[in-house]
């Protein structure tokens, strides 16, 4: 339907470059060469409908209980001047929304760190900020400043709620299904805080090996909780030193679920860890039936003591790896269990990996199948380099030497 002769339509524009826009009009002859069109969209009741590929210098922001439909169209983000581009290129102003059919990107937006205090600012594709719903069948790629670049930022699809106090009886749900997510620059979909996911069939896409920054695909942080199932992630991969990527990481959260999922050429393939730097749990947590190819780590489950991060000791007790394929021609270590400390000088805090059980992994071609610093961790008919393993309960002790951290158990910093 046409936006200017039907009745229960409006026009809505986007903020954009639009002097650039009268300078093609005048000057460039039409139809050999196109120019960049400001975002418009035509409205049918609550559903904001992209018109064409469009280019935006500002957040394009959706209203309270509002649907953005792109139609497949494209938004490009673009900055007016070097380095202005601040905040998400879609955010939200109430408590649901929803995005479908859209594709996502940005331009040559220059290298200019946002810090931690100015985190509505930070570079995202997609954010829900304290907003629920639904984000379905998009694409976000190359959501990246010009590479190479470490600023901490730059997340394609992210929800984040910190109005409550993570027991979700006041936090947001969402779903993020059959998106594509490649090309960010630290995380591909981020969850955080008050949040209760489903995350399932997207596909995440990393730069590869990359001394520049450290991704992570998919993460459930500061206590977000739910369901990754069905995703395919690839390409995280750090070669730098101190931190490691992750396909999906589960960071100071409970009960969470990641299932049947592909996980291809991540540095560790599922990362359970805890500082007790927001939070001081990644207990309770489930890493079930996914298959882990080419990784340095194939799952690793970790309390850790960092210093100025740790505000008191971290636990990541009571997690079960289970029916899990982990498989690497040159892998390091299948499945580690560790506690231990840098960044020191450190507080007297014992951070503690209790209770975890593996049960029936079947892990090939890893240096060392099972590595554990934890206590009380159950092992039951895991299945080691073609060999059955034999069942074994290691018992709590009294206390534990602390030991530097091995730099292959380190996952990344988490970006939020």
């Not at 955080?192 to 399932?200: L, R």
Request: aromatic share 6%; hydrophobic share 40%.
């Amino acid at each position: 339907m046409n936006s200017h002769t039907t009745r229960h339509h409006r026009r809505w524009i986007a903020p954009a470059r639009a002097s650039s826009l009268l300078v093609a009009c005048l000057f460039i002859p039409w139809p050999t060469t196109a120019w960049a069109h400001t975002c418009t969209f035509a409205t049918v009741g609550k559903t904001m409908l992209l018109e064409a590929d469009c280019e935006t210098t500002t957040p394009i922001v959706i209203p309270d209980g509002w649907t953005l439909d792109g139609k497949g169209h494209t938004i490009t983000a673009v900055e007016a001047a070097a380095g202005a581009w601040n905040g998400a290129v879609i955010t939200t102003e109430g408590s649901a929304a929803h995005v479908r059919n859209l594709v996502l990107t940005a331009e040559s937006l220059a290298c200019a760190c946002n810090q931690k205090d100015d985190s509505d600012q930070r570079l995202r594709g997609i954010l829900f900020d304290g907003a629920g719903g639904t984000i379905r069948n998009c694409t976000v790629r190359n959501l990246t400043m010009t590479q190479p670049c470490g600023c901490q930022e730059g997340n394609g699809i992210e929800v984040r709620s910190y109005a409550g106090d993570t027991t979700h009886d006041d936090g947001v749900t969402v779903l993020i299904q059959r998106n594509l997510v490649t090309g960010y620059q630290k995380n591909g979909i981020v969850l955080a805080g008050d949040v209760e996911a489903i995350v399932a069939e997207n596909r995440v896409e990393g730069f590869g090996p990359t001394d520049a920054i450290a991704q992570n695909g998919i993460e459930f942080g500061m206590g977000a909780t739910g369901l990754a199932m069905g995703n395919e992630v690839s390409g995280n991969w750090y070669i730098g030193t101190t931190w490691a990527s992750t396909g999906i990481l589960i960071f100071e959260s409970d009960r969470v679920s990641v299932i049947h999922n592909i996980l291809v050429d991540n540095q560790v393939g599922v990362g359970v860890e805890a500082w007790c730097w927001s939070a001081p749990s990644a207990d309770g947590n489930r890493v079930a039936a996914n298959q882990v190819f080419g990784a340095q780590v194939g799952v690793s489950i970790a309390a850790y003591n960092l210093g100025s991060y740790s505000q008191c000791a971290a636990t990541a007790n009571d997690n079960r790896v289970l029916l899990d394929q982990l498989t690497s021609e040159a892998g390091e270590i299948g499945v580690v269990i560790a506690t231990g400390e840098a960044f020191c000088p450190c507080e007297d805090q014992e951070p503690e990996a209790d209770g975890n059980l593996l049960w029936r992994n079947d892990i090939e071609g890893f240096a060392v199948p099972v590595q554990d610093e934890g206590t009380g961790t159950v092992v039951l008919g895991d299945r080691t380099n073609g060999r059955d393993s034999v069942a074994q309960v290691r018992e709590p002790v009294a206390h534990r030497a602390r030991s530097p951290i091995p730099r292959w158990t380190r996952t990344a910093s988490p970006g939020l």
